[in-house]
Structure formats: C-alpha cells, structure tokens
C-alpha cells in the first residue's frame, strides 16, 4: 500500500499534559483521509507536529515511505505539504495574485513579475475547477473564493499533501457543496487531502477514510463508506450521542418578545429587514430559519441595540425598548448569544473570570465604589466553571484567548444564561463546535424554555432549527415569509419558504 | 506573552540596544569606556574613570530629566490601554505648560493653594487639548492620531501667544513665578541640582494610573474597550464615552508634564521655538514599559538617563547622536519582542535537547 503520510506511534508531551498519546495516522495517496475529534482531543497538536510547529516527544513521520525530520514549516513546504488554515491569512487589499505569490514573488531582472504569475494561476484555477479571478481583490470576493485562494496558495508552492483544518466552518452551504466537489476533483489530479473537522456530514460526503482522536488518544481508523454517522461520533465522543434532543411538548405563556413592523437599514444603507413581525412567548423556543445574509444579522443587531431601528417596535415584557441603549436592553432582561464570539462575545484578552463579569462589572457584587472587587469576580467565575463544566488551563485566570472555540462558547452561554434573562437571543450558538459541545449547548437552550423563559434562536443550520425549536419563523430578503408550527413542518416546506414562497402567517 | 517574557524581552531589548549603539561608537573610533562612564557618571554621579566622592546633582538632574518622560509615558499608555494612540502628546504638554504660567502669573492666590491651581490648571489645559481629538473621532469619525498631530503645531504657537500676553513678558520669557515646585530641601540633598517637588507629582500620577487602570471598574470598561470595540459595546459599555474619557485623562498626564517642568524645572514662563520632544518621548517610554505603572517608571528613567548623558557625551568629544541611536535601537527591538523571544527559544531549546542527549530525561518546555 502507497501511503502519503505516515504518522507512526506519535506521542507528544507538553509540561503536564501528554497532548498526543502514541497516535498513528496512516493517509493512503491520492485519497481523502478525514482526522476526527472533539476540540481539545489532539488533531491540532498533530497537525502542527505534521507541519514541523512541534517536535514529537516520540514516534517517526514517513513521507512517501521515507523518514523524515519535520524541523520547521519550511521543510514541510519542501516535503509538498500545504495548510489551508481555519482563519485565512489574506492582504485584503491585494489581489488574488498578489496574495498567491506573497513570500516568492516572481521578478524578472529584478522587477516584479506578476503577469505571469497571474497566468500560471489561472491555469491551476483551470485545472481544478477553481473558477478564480488572479486580478480580483479579496476584500471583493466571498468567503468561498477567499478559500480557494487559499487553496490555490498551496497549489502554486507544488504541494500535493494539503491539509485542510476545519475548512466548512466559514462556509454556506452552496459553498460547502461547491467545496466538496473542488475537493474531489483535487484527488482526481492526483493530490492527497488530510481534512481536520468534526462535522460527520461532511465526513461522509467525502472522506474516504476517517481515523478517530479522543483526548489525545488513537481510537481507530474506519472506512467511511461502511460506517454511519452515528458509528463515528460515538468513536469521537466515546459514548452513544444523541443528535435529537429530548424535549417535552412547549407550554407556551405570555408574550415576553414583541417585533412589529420593523425596517432596519444594512451597512449599505439599503433595508435589511422590512416590515418584520414575531412574537416569541415565554417558555417556547422560536426558530428562525434563512440562507445567510437574508436580513437575520440585522435583525438580531436591532433587537440588541448594536445598531438603529428606522422604523417599528420592539417590547420586551410589555416595555418598548425600541430606542433603549444595549445596557438598558441587558438589564430590562435581553440576553444574548452572539453570532461572532470573537468579535462580540468575548474580550479575548481578558481573563475568564473578566469576561464573566463583563455586563456587572460596575455594580456589586463584582464593583464597589468605583472599585472592582476581585475577589468575588474569581468566585463568580469559579463557580460558573464548575457548574458548566468550562474547561481551561489555568481555571479562572486562563486568558480567553488561549481557550477552545467549544469552551469558549460554553463561557458565554454560561454567563448569559446565569443572568437568567427573561429573552434569550441565541445566534449560530453551535457554529465550528463538536457534537458533543452541540449536545450540551441544545440541551442548555431547551432547559431555559423549560424555566418559562422565551428563547429566539437564530441558525443557518436547518437541522439544529428542527431539532429545537416550537415554532419556525422564516426570513428572506428581510421579510418574514411566514411561521409554521414545528410538528407540522418538515425541510422541504421550510426550504421553500427559504427561497421565499410565502406561507400564511397562523 | 507570559509574564516573565513581558519581562525578559524588553531587558534583551535594551541590551541589544546598547550592544549596537557600543559597536557603532567603537567604529567611529572612540572608545566605550567613555560612553559608559559618562552614562553612569549622569545617573549616580560617580565617574568609575576618575574615582572621587559621588556628586549627588548628577543624579538630581537626571531626575529632572527623567520625570516629565515618565508623565508623558503614563499619557501615552493610559491612552494606549484603551486602543488609542495619543501622539498629540507634544502639543498637551505645552498647552499644560501655558496654562500653568497663566495661572502662577495671573491668578491672585499665594501659597500651596496657589501651586495645586496652577498644576490642575496643567492638567486641565492638557485635558482640553485632548478633549478635541478625541471628540472628533468619536463624533466624526475623524482619526485621534491626525487631529492630535495637528493639534501638535497649534498647541506650539498658540502656548507661544499665551505666554507672551503676560504682564512680565520679556525676551522671550516671563519673570519668574510668585509660586513655584522649587525646593531648597531637595536641591540641598542633591548638591544644588534643580530637582524640584514634581518628583511627588510624578509619583502619585504613578499610583492613580496603576489603581484606575487595574482596580477601578472604569478601567476595567477601558481595558475591555482597548481589547475589543464592539465587545466592549455588545457588553452594553459607552465605548465613545470611554474614548473621550481616557484621551482627557491621558491629555491630563501630558499637561502636568508640562506643569512640572514649567513650574519646577525652570520657575518662569518660557516662549518656545520649537517643540521639546516629551511627547514623542512618552511614546517610547510606554512602548518599552509595557504600559503598565512601574515598566514605564523604570523606563522613563532609562530614557531619563539617554537623555541627560548627551551633554556631558558631547564635552568627551562622544557623539551625543549616539544616546539617540540608543533609544531608538531599543524602541525598534522592543517592536520586535515577540522575534526576539522566538530567537531566545530556538536557542534555549537548542541547549536544552544538549541536556536530554545527557541526561535522557525527555520533555521540553
């Protein structure tokens, strides 16, 4: 058997955690070869060994059957192996050729070549189906493109082992499918293709083979054409999962969320969201459902007071809050899981136990006179850790930064819901998390509904809008095209109505 | 970075910079023995050269030197900590010291009660001057960074045209202050140097910064604002009210830098032909002080020594060019710091695998 990339009994040490325990990871060329695990089961640590960032403590790596000492990440650029990373690393206001040959521009007597690099890059995008423009500008392009730039990067340094870390987490759906087939007719030219993710969906789609990680430790490798989902994430997760959640019927109350007739300008200036109405009561969870960009951002930043009303109402427990500021919003009883923790949920330089008092910081218990009282933020953050199993290094004083995605969202669920807000504003709460991250959270947003509290989640992923939510609104193009009730919907009349068919609001 | 590297790095920074600025005097041909007896000789007054009792205003006119850099450092930091760049440092310190002279001159009041006025009339000018920039971005969306610059040139002239309104205006300068930070006390422990009571100005400064900034809930709204904008405004903070509040703050501490020079080091209203530089000095204190109270103590006192060593360069026939190459060394490789702590890994880690082929003993940090 011709193997790629040979990782053979991999253990790495770092000062009191043994991050990779005796791994072996064996990618047969010119296949697809899928790494799964929770965050924080060791596919980064091996990765960056692969990609020489980390020395092995013990064990040998083979490339193409030869031994070989990965010292840093330029031997593994001469080795032919390329990394599209999770967060691109892209000059905005170059272009497409520009950012490609970054680091080994092209130069003819010593002045820049970039024609043709650009010809050269059109032809690999030719060749893969990669449908780039060399002269675009990436802040012009889409997410998608700017990946397969990024692509394309690995492809102009001749790398043939790419490896792809959490490559979907960015992406639409389309984009997602589009990236399938990109991934495909890589291998069919001959490439290899690690993929680090933990989306089982995906795994399935394209994978080939799949070698399961779980706290550092080797689980197995499976054909994935004979294993099912389920299979694999109870490999990943070490016990049987649960992709439904268990809930009882709703007991819908009072109306705690009131939206009616709200206009939203976009970042254009153009209306983002047009006459848009829904009532969320308490102890029922609403789904919103809709394709990326149809007016859902908008929304949630009205709601939350990121950014101004033009016209309508908002209520919340009978109170206009139309034209409240976003402190007045927090304390009348809005809490919120944002779309983008990195940019709004979190300070990511600040401490946990920081980042926990973040919307008390200046009354007591965490603040008196004017001075923070240090002392019971550490307790208030030692207790939240505890009691939703936050996992970090150094406890309360681990900079965020330095935590997982999955804890890091568990910190801000765990701060939101423990202000035991009356309306819980859920955006995109699972986005990049593993199944078992997804299990508990989904399990969080049902026990608040069943605390009688009111919850919106908003989601691109259809499944997750299913799974949880009593009702389902539908946006597109900023107008609502109707609510349905959950057990008497199914994804196909909701994908109409996400193509903006309109439903009779009942 | 860890905290020992917040630490160690900009040491190493530092010592490469007065590596380069040592090599660089050997190839102008002179020796550095001079240079590092005059360095010492212009901090402690004691020339290793020429052995003899230690002459304490050495070290009182380093202080002089050293304390409004110290003060302008704080501003540029307290700025900084809330993701803003306060380069308009130079243009608060001459307002602050206007408003100083205007107020020893102009207002009828003697005494202690005199000095505060004349010193909060420092800081509020500063804060005023500070105000404006930080206004404008926040209302206009107009960059602090080019307001303040600009502000830097109106500050020079318009101090210049303040001062010369006074009564006793002169020959470029006023008469000297009814009031003034002079000290008898501290000039006679320091051999009649010009150290003045601004060391006290300098020191609570240091205190109020470090309690604002690490213990106040205030500052931790600023922190969250300098880390993360729209976190901080998710989080329900006045992001725009905190960036107007810690530009005035920081144009506060630039405004008593020019109190205390105006009031202490000199005791007379001066008009300037250009500016002084404690602004731009501020921002390499800061830089190299981490912006945190005590590095940026310690570092107003390494840019305080650079800075009061030039003379007494120039009379060894050393040039004064060099102290300047210095700081600007150790500016570019505190720039650097994450490279250098790299490059210190490589190496440490290389002694270390030394280690293991002895020892066997396995793991690396």
Same mark, same amino acid.
């Given at each position: ?22 791994? $072996? ?20 640590? &091996? ?5 020489? &960032? ?249 709601? $939350? ?72 933020? $550490? ?53 990049? &998390? ?73 | ?113 005199? &000095? ?30 080019? $307001? ?218």
């Amino acid at each position: 058997m011709n193997y790629a990339i040979e990782m053979l009994n991999i253990t790495k040490d770092f000062p009191g955690i043994r991050a990779n325990d005796n791994v $072996t990871l064996q990618v047969k060329d010119r296949s697809i070869h899928a790494l799964l695990g929770e965050n924080g089961a060791g596919k980064s640590t &091996l990765m960056s060994i692969l990609f020489g &960032l980390y020395q092995p403590t013990e064990g040998c790596i083979k490339i193409r059957g030869k031994e070989v000492k990965i010292t840093d990440p330029n031997v593994a650029n001469e080795l032919g192996i390329g990394m599209v990373h999770q967060h691109f690393k892209l000059v905005e206001c170059f272009t497409v050729t520009e950012n490609i040959v970054l680091g080994m521009e092209p130069h003819k007597n010593g002045v820049l070549d970039l024609k043709s690099a650009a010809k050269k890059i059109k032809e690999l995008s030719e060749m893969y189906g990669l449908n780039v423009d060399p002269d675009s500008l990436i802040s012009e392009i889409s997410v998608g493109m700017q990946q397969r730039v990024e692509i394309l990067k690995m492809l102009y340094r001749n790398a043939d082992i790419l490896i792809f870390d959490e490559p979907t987490a960015v992406l639409t759906p389309q984009e997602i499918t589009e990236l399938i087939s990109i991934m495909k007719n890589l291998v069919n030219e001959g490439k290899t293709i690690l993929l680090i993710t933990h989306k089982l969906k995906e795994i399935k789609a394209v994978a080939d083979e799949c070698t399961v990680l779980r706290r550092g430790k080797y689980i197995g490798t499976i054909n994935v054409a004979e294993a099912t989902e389920k299979q694999m994430a109870e490999m990943m997760v070490g016990r049987e999962v649960n992709f439904s959640v268990a809930k009882e019927e709703a007991k819908p109350g009072d109306v705690v969320l009131s939206i009616s007739h709200l206009n939203v300008k976009n970042n254009k200036g153009l209306l983002g969201v047009k006459d848009f109405s829904l009532d969320v009561r308490a102890g029922e969870i609403v789904g919103l459902a809709g394709i990326d960009g149809n007016g859902q951002t908008e929304l949630v930043h009205a709601l $939350t007071g990121l950014c101004k009303i033009e016209s309508g109402t908002v209520t919340l427990n009978g109170n206009d809050i139309t034209n409240y500021s976003i402190k007045k919003r927090i304390e009348e009883g809005l809490g919120h899981i944002p779309e983008d923790r990195h940019k709004h949920g979190l300070v990511l330089d600040f401490t946990l136990e920081e980042n926990f008092a973040i919307h008390a910081y200046n009354v007591e218990p965490f603040a008196k006179n004017g001075f923070l009282n240090k002392a019971e933020i $550490t307790k208030n953050a030692e207790r939240l850790i505890e009691q939703f199993d936050v996992r970090s290094g150094q406890g309360a004083k681990t900079i965020t930064r330095s935590m997982s995605g999955g804890n890091q969202q568990k910190a801000i669920i765990a701060r939101e819901i423990d202000r035991s807000p009356e309306l819980l504003l859920v955006v995109q709460p699972t986005r990049g &998390l593993d199944v078992g991250a997804i299990e508990y959270i989904h399990k969080r947003i049902v026990e608040e509904r069943d605390k009688n509290k009111a919850v919106l989640l908003v989601s691109l992923e259809l499944d997750e809008i299913l799974n949880l939510s009593d009702r389902v609104a539908v946006i597109f193009n900023g107008e609502l095209t109707g609510v349905v009730d959950r057990k008497n919907t199914d994804e196909n009349e909701l994908g109409l109505m996400m193509a903006g068919s309109k439903k009779e609001v009942n | 970075m860890k905290k020992y590297e917040k630490i160690i790095a900009p040491l190493l920074a530092i010592l490469l910079g007065i590596l380069i600025g040592t090599i660089l005097l050997v190839f102008s041909g002179k020796s550095p023995i001079y240079m590092f007896s005059t360095l010492i000789k212009s901090v402690i007054g004691y020339d290793i050269l020429k052995p003899g009792p230690i002459n304490l205003r050495y070290f009182g006119e380093f202080l002089v030197f050293s304390m409004p850099i110290i003060l302008t450092g704080l501003s540029v930091g307290f700025a900084y900590r809330t993701g803003l760049f306060n380069i308009g440092g130079e243009g608060q310190v001459l307002v602050g010291s206007a408003a100083s002279t205007a107020a020893a001159l102009l207002l009828p009041m003697s005494g202690v009660p005199h &000095l505060i006025a004349c010193l909060l009339a420092g800081a509020l000018a500063g804060a005023i001057w500070a105000f404006i920039p930080g206004i404008l971005q926040v209302k206009k969306n107009i960059n602090v960074v080019v $307001t303040a610059i600009m502000l830097n040139y109106v500050g020079l002239h318009f101090s210049n045209w303040v001062v010369q309104q006074m009564p006793t205006f002169a020959k470029a300068k006023t008469d000297y202050f009814p009031v003034s930070l002079k000290s008898p006390f501290l000039a006679s422990i320091t051999n009649n140097s010009r150290l003045h009571w601004g060391i006290i100005v300098v020191l609570v400064a240091l205190v109020i910064y470090h309690v604002l900034i690490e213990k106040t809930s205030f500052g931790y709204s600023l922190r969250a604002t300098g880390f993360n904008r729209e976190g901080a405004r998710y989080a329900g903070m006045k992001v725009d009210r905190n960036v107007v509040y810690a530009m005035m703050i920081s144009g506060a501490m630039a405004g008593l830098a020019g109190a205390i020079i105006t009031l202490g080091t000199f005791g007379y209203g001066r008009q300037l032909g250009a500016s002084e530089g404690y602004g731009f000095d501020g921002i390499a204190v800061a830089l190299v002080g981490g912006c945190n109270s005590i590095g940026i103590f310690l570092a107003g006192l390494l840019f305080g020594a650079l800075k009061v060593a030039q003379p007494a360069m120039q009379a060894l026939q050393i040039p004064k060019d060099i102290a300047t190459i210095i700081s600007a060394c150790i500016i570019l490789f505190v720039s650097m710091q994450y490279g250098i702590m790299d490059v210190v890994y490589k190496v440490v880690g290389r002694f270390k695998k030394k280690d293991e082929v002895v020892t066997k003993d396995g793991g690396e940090a």
